[in-house]
């Protein structure tokens, strides 16, 4: 559950040798512009997408926070109810986006997706699209993946603590609804299912030991429930 970790992923490599060992964000543009540098990402083209969130899905996360006890400061982690974002791709012809590979219209889309609950995160009003130059046309990606050209391989490196923080400020600004406790309950109802189908083997030291974990998470999912019913938005407060 934690969101301090990163992932990389891996591409293939450029045929280009200009294009190694070099990081990609110099040609990053906001996603309303057009790129003008000449540098193209050895990748092929895609789609541009954008955030959406529904009020059934949350995800617990982690902050560090820091408290006194006596005189003395320690850190310890604050769990927190984050909304767990969907990405919708714009495709034109494909879910009843219209317009075309340069310029997708989801304006329908997007109404028929707010009509069955869904929060919709415009890029153009909280920017975490960027638009890099690719083979056969653009490449879309969020400002949390960084990309880089390592060794001639292509390579996308996730910063999951950005993305969270960003996610506590669409709270904090009240983007999004804060969350029902029914839906957090289901999500507990899931994290107990597996706490039950392990018990039978807790004897095993490796079952023993993820039991403790999810027991924990268990733990911390209804104490930040509980803070969320009490606090509401102070829930976000770190």
């Given at each position: 559950?934690?969101?301090?970790?990163?992932?990389?992923?891996?591409?293939?490599?450029?045929?280009?040798?200009?294009?190694?060992?070099?990081?990609?964000?110099?040609?990053?543009?906001?996603?309303?512009?057009?790129?003008?540098?000449?540098?193209?990402?050895?990748?092929?083209?895609?789609?541009?997408?954008?955030?959406?969130?529904h009020p059934?899905?949350?995800?617990?996360?982690?902050?560090?926070?820091?408290?006194?006890?006596?005189?003395?400061?320690?850190?310890?982690?604050?769990?927190?109810?984050?909304?767990?974002?969907?990405?919708?791709?714009?495709?034109?012809?494909?879910?009843?986006?219209?317009?075309?590979?340069?310029?997708?219209?989801?304006?329908?889309?997007?109404?028929?997706?707010?009509?069955?609950?869904?929060?919709?995160?415009?890029?153009?009003?909280?920017?975490?699209?960027?638009?890099?130059?690719?083979?056969?046309?653009?490449?879309?990606?969020?400002?949390?993946?960084?990309?880089?050209?390592?060794?001639?391989?292509?390579?996308?490196?996730?910063?999951?603590?950005?993305?969270?923080?960003?996610?506590?400020?669409?709270?904090?600004?009240?983007?999004?609804?804060?969350?029902?406790?029914?839906?957090?309950?289901?999500?507990?109802?899931?994290?107990?299912?597996?706490?039950?189908?392990?018990?039978?083997?807790?004897?095993?030291?490796?079952?023993?030991?993820?039991?403790?974990?999810?027991?924990?998470?268990?733990?911390?999912?209804?104490?930040?429930m509980q803070d969320v019913?009490?606090?509401?938005?102070?829930?976000?407060?770190?």
């Amino acid at each position: 559950m934690s969101v301090l970790l990163s992932s990389t992923v891996l591409f293939n490599k450029p045929t280009n040798k200009k294009d190694t060992d070099m990081n990609y964000e110099e040609i990053a543009q906001p996603w309303q512009t057009t790129a003008q540098k000449q540098i193209v990402l050895p990748v092929r083209a895609n789609s541009r997408f954008f955030y959406k969130h529904h009020p059934k899905n949350w995800e617990l996360c982690y902050f560090d926070i820091e408290v006194k006890a006596g005189k003395t400061t320690k850190t310890i982690q604050k769990p927190i109810w984050l909304p767990d974002l969907h990405t919708h791709t714009e495709t034109p012809g494909v879910n009843g986006c219209r317009g075309y590979t340069a310029n997708p219209d989801s304006s329908h889309t997007r109404t028929r997706l707010t009509d069955k609950g869904w929060t919709i995160l415009a890029p153009s009003k909280h920017d975490y699209l960027r638009k890099y130059p690719a083979r056969k046309g653009s490449y879309w990606a969020d400002i949390f993946t960084k990309i880089e050209n390592i060794g001639g391989d292509l390579v996308q490196t996730f910063n999951h603590q950005m993305y969270a923080d960003w996610r506590l400020t669409l709270m904090l600004d009240s983007v999004i609804e804060l969350p029902h406790k029914t839906f957090l309950q289901r999500k507990m109802i899931d994290v107990k299912r597996r706490i039950e189908r392990h018990t039978r083997n807790q004897h095993i030291p490796e079952i023993a030991a993820k039991l403790n974990g999810l027991q924990k998470i268990n733990d911390d999912m209804n104490t930040a429930m509980q803070d969320v019913v009490k606090n509401g938005e102070k829930h976000y407060e770190l």
